[in-house]
């Protein structure tokens, strides 16, 4: 019988496990199935540029997977049972719900939206954390005549490539960006400089040491009492792990990502691996992996490699994960390039501008390729060794590999 290993989500991370493990593993001994709500891959670092009106090519999964002998399911996961080994999914509207069995999981399923409980955001604000919210903020800001106020909530990467992004595409409405420290406090001095200087070009109003109290239909409304008007208000002060792994006996962090090993492997299960957003890996020094693709594809990598390792009787990878900048796109024509340490300090270096939007774009373009393209060089599909149990088989944590992020 086959060995199952079943994929969860098909964003940067789950679609680079993928097809890393069928170029990892023998066909004839492994099943491989790739579940995902979508048939289409989402390249979720250009959803800003979608919901500023821009059209992005459709790029679906089964163009991206032929060849490797990946089973594409299009379906919503609902549940997973870790102690049974299935996963419960939901197909088509009306359809009865199903039940995939795995020997071997990756969990996969990314982040959302986190609205912090703050009132009026999940009845008022747009959000880009996904394809529907882009689409939908797409539409109401194409519906939005000349002056029209839209507010970003959120000083963060998001946030930043959002505003700029529609302050570029439409300077015809008044946009301003709140937010709840320093503006890109996290920059070094020439990095904030820079942003500082595309805002006022792209006529951003920016409301520093702004902490939002709640959302209406027509305000931000803050801490202190003060509105700020606003027709649309897009909220983008952070993501959330998707709320499935919540409901199993995984262990998880304080934050509701799974706590995982060195290899990715979970601490609580050894036949389950979680990568991407839904994972929490530690850096150099201890310092928790952030959410992003730049995480996401490394974490991927390890994972695969490390599921391949423990079934073909190979070796423990030891792939070294290191931080080296912060790509910042500030609409179509200028970005950040922000140079980091290994645990994503900044550093005093943060070129920018034509050059730097330009570097950043071939980043956008390289980390999808690397989904479709998840091992840069020739490689032998190894054979499972009969004795590889579900999962493979247990190792120390103190044995596993130090990722460095």
């Not at 491989?32 to 790029?59: K, S, Y």
């Not at 995939?100 to 009845?123: I, K, N």
């Not at 570029?168 to 890109?184: I, K, N, S, W, Y």
């Not at 799974?258 to 979970?266: H, P």
Request: aromatic share 4%; charged share 20%.
């Amino acid at each position: 019988m086959k060995h199952r290993i079943v994929i969860l989500g098909a964003g940067y991370a789950g679609a680079s496990a993928a097809g890393r493990l069928a170029r990892r593993l023998h066909r004839d001994d492994v099943e491989l199935t790739l579940v995902n709500a979508e048939p289409d891959f989402v390249e979720r670092v250009r959803l800003h540029q979608l919901a500023a009106g821009q059209d992005l090519p459709a790029r679906p999964l089964t163009d991206l997977l032929a060849g490797t002998g990946v089973t594409l399911r299009v379906a919503r996961v609902t549940g997973v049972d870790v102690d049974r080994r299935t996963v419960a999914l939901a197909g088509a509207p009306g359809a009865p719900e199903a039940e995939l069995a795995y020997d071997t999981l990756v969990y996969a399923l990314g982040s959302s939206l986190d609205d912090h409980q703050v009132p009026g955001v999940a009845e008022h604000a747009h959000e880009v954390a996904g394809r529907p919210g882009a689409l939908r903020l797409r539409d109401r800001l194409a519906a939005l005549a000349p002056g029209g106020r839209v507010v970003v909530v959120g000083g963060g990467l998001t946030g930043i490539e959002a505003v700029t992004e529609i302050a570029e595409t439409r300077p015809d409405l008044d946009v301003a960006l709140a937010v709840r420290g320093g503006l890109g406090a996290w920059l070094s001095d020439a990095g904030r400089r820079h942003l500082r200087g595309v805002l006022d070009r792209l006529g951003v109003t920016v409301h520093e040491q702004t902490d939002v109290a709640r959302v209406t239909a027509t305000a931000v409304v803050t801490t202190d009492g003060a509105t700020v008007p606003a027709d649309v208000a897009v909220w983008t002060t952070g993501f959330a792990a998707h709320p499935i792994a919540a409901a199993t006996a995984l262990e998880l962090t304080d934050r509701g990502r799974i706590a995982v090993d060195a290899t990715m492997r979970s601490v609580s299960h050894p036949d389950v691996y979680a990568v991407g957003d839904a994972a929490q890996a530690d850096g150099p020094l201890g310092n928790p992996l952030r959410m992003s693709c730049a995480s996401g594809i490394p974490m991927a990598w390890q994972a695969a490699d490390s599921v391949a390792a423990r079934l073909t009787g190979g070796r423990l990878p030891r792939m070294p994960l290191a931080y080296v900048h912060q790509c910042i796109s500030l609409g179509r024509r200028d970005a950040i390039i922000q140079f980091v340490t290994a645990d994503d300090q900044a550093r005093p270096a943060a070129p920018g501008g034509r050059l730097a939007a330009r570097y950043k774009e071939m980043v956008c373009a390289g980390a999808a390729w690397t989904v479709a393209h998840p091992i840069q060089y020739p490689v032998r599909r190894r054979r499972l060794t009969a004795s590889a149990p579900a999962g493979g088989e247990r190792v120390n944590s103190a044995d596993a590999p130090a990722m460095r992020g």
